[in-house]
DNA sequence: TCTTATATCTTTGTATACAATAAATCAACA
DNA sequence: TGTTGATTTATTGTATACAAAGATATAAGA
């Protein structure tokens, strides 16, 4: 894994706390790498906003519950845009992913709710694809290139530990209905079906916000 | 001004031309820099988009009218959005700021038809800053930080040399409703107000596609 | 002449050294 | 003791050197 990905992961993960303060030094030390490529990455970290400038070195950047709000905002706009785009323009090789990326997503909740509680992080990923399944079926190279460019808040990788198993048939559904949508080229129903989708993920992370930003992975 | 706006500036106003081919060693030598601070504004450029990599060096990217249209859905999106957002959250601050950027675009456009075209500069620069004025009001600093990295597409700053005093009159009728939106806190109006304002915009760019991207500024 | 292997040249990626600057410490003085 | 100025230290910004990887040119053999 390249040197963005590795401190980007750090946060994500909580390695590297909210608040907490990075220098160039530092990362070079702890990664066994010079200065230079250490730089390139807190650059692009500082361009999306995961860390912010210092007077010296940089720190991680501590979002609020206005932050969430604000993001979520953000995120159904676009998300429920390229819902909409998705069932004008989607493809029957589209249909066939996010069909699949749907199925893998039943299955890895079906594994969860079966009492192996490591397929969280499973969950997360088939949840992302089935997103990313959609944006590109929407045919719009540069929302694509925004979205995954969103500000990535680090808690929300987290949120999912707070799901219970009704919430997660929940967000199953809301699939299920948007995936159907999307079939029958109903772009209003996909994009409102998005909408009430994502701000399901909000008010999951606005409710656990305080046990979210003290968990340490 | 510094490394980054310096090539930015050479890419919008056509010094650097649509597929021409820039390396750090060329730039650095051009910049009486070196190659590390070159390398810097590079990487910002190429994860904007305004420039793409190749297998040896970079490229100015090359956008088609394809792009055009996606990059204008995005744009109109997120500043009708914001519109809306602002009509919802303005302050009297807020209105004091929109209404004299509306007043300096309408100043702008009045001493370019007396026939002082070199006043098409300030034209652009004060229809920014009643877009800027807008975002702001919208009070969320997510979408402002988007709106301000959508990708620049060097020929739309050239297109208004192609605005007759016909088409910069309808453009300041818009911004007037627009503007009159968002005082009533008329949501849907100022939104597609926006709307209709932004893909006037666009068919603009459209219509003069293959001059601008000919013109050398 | 055409193909393939080798050498050369270009260009990027990384390390390191040094300069510039801001922060922190310390000393001198009121 | 508290305040100011000088000194040291920490950290970033820039330059330069060298290694790594690709591309291009060259030469040898079929």
């Given at each position: 894994m390249d040197v963005y990905n590795t401190i980007r992961n750090n946060i994500i993960q909580g390695k590297?706390?909210?608040g907490m303060r990075l220098t160039e030094e530092n990362l070079a030390q702890e990664l066994s790498l010079s200065r230079t490529p250490i730089r390139e990455a807190i650059n692009q970290l500082k361009s999306e906003g995961l860390i912010v400038p210092l007077k010296r070195g940089v720190s991680v950047r501590d979002f609020s519950k206005e932050d969430i709000r604000q993001i979520y905002d953000l995120r159904t706009l676009l998300e429920g845009y390229s819902a909409a785009q998705a069932a004008l323009h989607r493809t029957e090789e589209d249909l066939l992913k996010i069909r699949s990326a749907y199925n893998l997503y039943e299955d890895a909740i079906d594994t969860y709710v079966k009492?192996?509680?490591?397929h969280i992080i499973k969950i997360v990923e088939m949840n992302q694809q089935f997103h990313e399944a959609i944006i590109n079926a929407s045919k719009n190279e540069h929302i694509h290139f925004h979205i995954s460019k969103v500000v990535v808040v680090p808690i929300v990788f987290r949120s999912f530990y707070w799901y219970s198993e009704e919430k997660l048939r929940r967000s199953l559904d809301y699939h299920k209905i948007i995936l159907e949508a999307i079939i029958n080229q109903d772009t209003e129903r996909a994009r409102i079906a998005m909408h009430e989708h994502i701000f399901q993920g909000r008010d999951q992370v606005l409710l656990h916000f305080h046990e979210l930003k003290t968990m340490k992975e």
């Open positions: 590297y706390q909210p009492n192996d509680f490591s």
